[in-house]
């Protein structure tokens, strides 16, 4: 495995994890058996589930009163799960619609109850994050995407949130840095895992208790967090693999620590949006530096003209997955927790060559 991995996810984890994952595909712990031929309901992937619940709890020091769950059907899945099970019929909740990922929600939301979009920056293609918007003391919830994954966009600061809690999906920058805010602010936490998490196919939720039960509405089993709470992620047959990929991912976070892997993450995002900023033959998408992504980093070819031959290029020097999304285009750098220093050094010295050869 000697290419760079830029893409936006599923994306790279750590190295010792897929070789970890690995062994256990073969076999678990020297039990003479694969983790994916054992039941989920034994001590053995018990264990599995209850550490990684615990290092999410330690790591962003959670209050006794969240749970933290780990469901299928991805982030998209919790855009209908969370108003389902938070929104009452008659309730409002608050969105910020600062993305593809946001907008979706809203739209999944307005099944259930009222939404009021306070603010979206969908006029400028969701190129920077709305500062402008006034929080209702009466939103049952307040929901917002920390990182806009296709657009290269971060929301850093929460406003002043009146005791409204905070939804937040955090699929692509979860466990980036430490938390800016109290965590008692968030009242609900998900992430799907395949972006800085672990393999694709379970979502992390996190979330306060004291908020379910409250809609008055019917939910299946299923759809209801009540009652993964009550079986605690066993409801029915869970991602076994996915979850143990994030467990594995989870005990490389510990180990690095979150503030030396936001320091990492913070100096490789000054490293390429510097050439960006520049390298005269780089545009960069987000031209507001406090709204830019430390995750996500977008940007055009000042001349369209080269972009087959900087895709030649890249893939020449082992460099991949740098396309944007393709409802977007141009490019976008994904450079999660698992992506050294050097990865993005070698990124930056690629792109120099580039410009040097073809200005
Ligand atoms: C990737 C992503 C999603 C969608 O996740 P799925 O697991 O594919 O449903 C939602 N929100 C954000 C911010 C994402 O980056």
Same mark, same amino acid.
């Given at each position: 495995m000697n290419k760079i991995n830029f893409t936006a996810g599923p994306s790279i984890l750590p190295k010792e994890v897929f070789e970890q994952l690995g062994q256990a595909a073969v076999d678990y712990n020297g039990m003479g058996? /694969?983790?994916?031929?054992? %039941?989920?309901?034994?001590p053995e992937f018990m264990a599995i589930i209850e550490e990684a619940q615990k290092l999410i709890k330690d790591l962003l020091k959670l209050p006794d009163n969240y749970e933290v769950l780990f469901l299928m059907g991805g982030a998209t899945t919790q855009f209908a799960m969370v108003p389902y099970n938070l929104l009452p019929k008659d309730g409002v909740a608050g969105y910020l619609d600062t993305g593809t990922w946001s907008t979706k929600a809203v739209k999944a939301a307005k099944i259930y109850g009222e939404v009021d979009v306070c603010a979206s920056s969908a006029d400028d293609g969701f190129r920077h994050i709305p500062k402008e918007y006034r929080i209702d003391p009466e939103w049952t919830y307040f929901h917002v995407t920390s990182n806009n994954t296709i657009s290269g966009t971060q929301f850093k600061t929460l406003p002043d949130m009146q005791g409204v809690p905070v939804v937040i999906d955090m699929s692509s920058d979860i466990f980036s840095e430490p938390l800016v805010e109290d965590v008692s602010k968030y009242g609900l936490i998900f992430a799907s895992?395949? !972006? $800085? #998490? +672990? &393999?694709?196919g379970t979502t992390v939720v996190i979330v306060d208790?004291?908020?379910? +039960? !409250? %809609?008055?509405r019917e939910i299946p089993d299923i759809w209801d967090y009540e009652k993964h709470i009550a079986k605690a /992620?066993? #409801? $029915? %047959? &869970? &991602?076994v693999y996915a979850i143990y990929g994030c467990l594995l991912t989870l005990r490389w976070i510990k180990k690095m620590g979150l503030k030396k892997i936001g320091e990492t993450n913070h100096k490789k995002a000054e490293l390429l949006y510097g050439e960006i900023d520049n390298n005269p033959l780089f545009i960069p998408r987000v031209k507001a530096v406090e709204d830019r992504s430390i995750m996500n980093v977008t940007f055009d070819l000042a001349r369209p003209e080269l972009e087959k031959t900087f895709g030649v290029f890249c893939d020449n020097h082992g460099i991949v997955g740098v396309k944007g999304h393709r409802s977007v285009g141009g490019y976008r750098v994904s450079m999660y927790n698992a992506m050294p220093v050097e990865g993005v050094e070698k990124l930056v010295k690629v792109m120099r060559d580039f410009s040097w050869r073809f200005h």
């Open positions: 058996l /694969s983790l994916l031929e054992i %039941t989920h309901r034994g895992a395949q !972006k $800085n #998490l +672990g &393999p694709a208790k004291n908020l379910l +039960g !409250k %809609t008055g /992620s066993v #409801l $029915n %047959t &869970p &991602p």
